[in-house]
């Protein structure tokens, strides 16, 4: 059975630093593309950074790049997002999402590329 299980979210000020954490059971990384995504109130559902270990490629969305930073260690089946320089507009609930290993770093393209999902952890901003 696939898990995702998401942690680390949590309140923090303007500019400072959160790490989000992505423990993966059931499938092999090499087999999957794996990322993030975030959804603020009333909005859809975006990809924030996403990873495909069978060839390094990452994607990071134009809001978080320089400052988000996505890694994966693959004995221990698991992804992290750092977040620094947070701003309020970061504001949201962070899902980690594996895909079809094809999909690469393109998982962020949609959300509807996923096949599997994490349960949220939320992500507040204050300013």
């Known amino acids: 059975e696939v898990q995702l299980q998401a942690s680390g979210g949590g309140l923090v000020q303007a500019g400072g630093s959160l790490r989000l954490s992505c423990a993966a059971s059931?499938?092999?990384?090499?087999?999957?593309?794996i990322g993030w995504f975030r959804q603020a109130p009333g909005k859809e559902r975006i990809g924030v950074s996403c990873?495909?270990?069978?060839?390094?490629?990452?994607y990071y969305a134009d809001s978080v790049k320089g400052r988000f930073t996505i890694s994966s260690d693959n004995a221990k089946n698991t992804v992290t997002l750092q977040m620094n320089s947070l701003k309020p507009e970061d504001t949201a609930v962070y899902y980690c999402?594996?895909?079809?290993?094809?999909?690469?770093?393109?998982?962020?393209?949609?959300?509807?590329?996923?096949?599997?999902w994490g349960q949220g952890t939320q992500v507040t901003v204050s300013s």
């Open positions: 990873f495909s270990s069978s060839d390094g490629s990452t």
């Open positions: 999402a594996a895909g079809p290993g094809i999909w690469r770093h393109r998982l962020c393209r949609s959300h509807l590329l996923a096949s599997y």
């Open positions: 059931g499938f092999t990384f090499d087999d999957y593309a």
